[in-house]
Structure formats: structure tokens, C-alpha cells
């Protein structure tokens, strides 16, 4: 088992306070969907956990099994369990797919290994994604459709199986049919992993379904319970939400 433990985080942006007291625990093999309106924080805090210099800390801290993360770099939170799939993945021009994923799979082994030693699981990893072997071949993001680049999240989120992850928007720009393949591939839980999931969208949940979930408001978590929450936002919208912050 591990934990997962945002106490008391605030943050800000240039001098612009986002985060303002999230206290958050996530213990393996749970999934907590993270919503609220635009502009209130949740990319905030999936970015300020994973150690984006742009958010600074200015109050609180984050633990993982107990240690405090905070003085590590955004690779070293990635070594100690951590990885960010982002809403908006970068396009690396002139590195290729799969040159990319080998160092990325080697930077968290003390093993390392050639690329024929490990292109078996990289090939069936994309494959059970339905993503095209030939996008591998490609420099990284370069003219991947919207589904491409998220499903490349997801392939190197399901190589590194870290203890937890965090998950910005994956759904945004996938179809119906890679919608389907996202999810089933989020739901395979091979080391119990702890997830936060940020959508706006029901019918992701639906498929995802959280075991708790919580609503941002203005910097701070307003109101928490089951998948509840998310059925009754489906209905009624977030003026009641509003209403408690």
C-alpha cells in the first residue's frame, strides 16, 4: 500500500494565489475524480504535485508513504511514483517515439536496457491502446491527432506503472471508439495504482468510475463523497456546489 498526502497546499502563479488549503489523501487502488468550473484549480494542483516550476508552494506540503516531496525535482517525483498526463502533451521535434519511451522506461530502471530488449512490451503496450505501431516511428506528438497524443500519454503511463497518477483531461478529443480504449486501459490496475482523475465529463466516470470525488471552488475543496458527486454535478450543474464555498 501506498499514500498519497497533499496537506494544507497552497500555491500561487507569479503573484496569484490559485491553491488555497487542499488537504487531500489518495491510498493505493483508489480513484478520485477532480472537478469544478474552469480557472479554480485543479491543473493547479495535478501540476503543483508533480513539481512544475511555474506553481510555486508557499504554504503545505506533499508526501509520498510519508516523505515530503517537495525538494525534488520533477524527474525525481516521477522516480518516487509519480506521472502526469497532461491535457496539452508537448511535441518533441526530432526525437522519435520510441527512442523517447526507451529513455524514459531506462531513467526509472537500474537495469538498463536496448531498445530490442524492450520493444517487445512497447509494441504490445500500443497495441492493446490501438495505436498505430507506424506513430512510434514518428518524432514525438509531431502531427499526432488530439486521441494520438492521448493515448501516448497513456503508453507511457501503462510502461512506467507508477504508484500514482495523475490525469488532466485525457478524454478531451478522443472519439466514442477511443474513449472506449482509454478507459479500459485506465480501469487495468496491475499494482493497485492510486489515480486523480480531472474531467468535466459524466460519461468518462461512467466508464472510470471513482471511488471518491471532490469539487474545487476557488482554490479550495468545497465538497467531497462518492460517485455521487459526480451524478448529482451531471444533473444540476455546480450552482449548489457554489452555494457551499
Known sequence: ??????RDLHVKIEDKEILK???LTINSGETHALMGPNGNGKSTLL????????YEVTQGDILIDGTSILDLAVDER?????????????TIPGVS???FLKYTVNA????KQKLKDIFGSIKQQAQDLDFDLNMLKRFVNDGFSGGEKKKNEILQLKLLNPYFALIDEIDSGLDVDALDVVSNNLNINPNQQGKIIVSHYDRFFKKVIPTHAHVIIDGKIVTSGGA????????AGYNWVKELS
Open 47 to 54: 501540476m503543483a504535485i508533480m513539481g512544475h516550476p511555474k
Open 1 to 6: 500500500m501506498h499514500k498519497l498526502e497533499i
Open 108 to 111: 526509472h530502471s537500474e537495469q
Open 21 to 23: 488549503g487542499i488537504n
Open 228 to 235: 455521487e458527486i459526480v451524478d448529482k454535478i451531471n444533473r
Open 97 to 99: 517515439n520510441l527512442e
Open 78 to 90: 516521477s522516480k518516487a511514483g509519480l506521472f502526469l498526463a497532461m491535457q496539452n502533451p508537448q
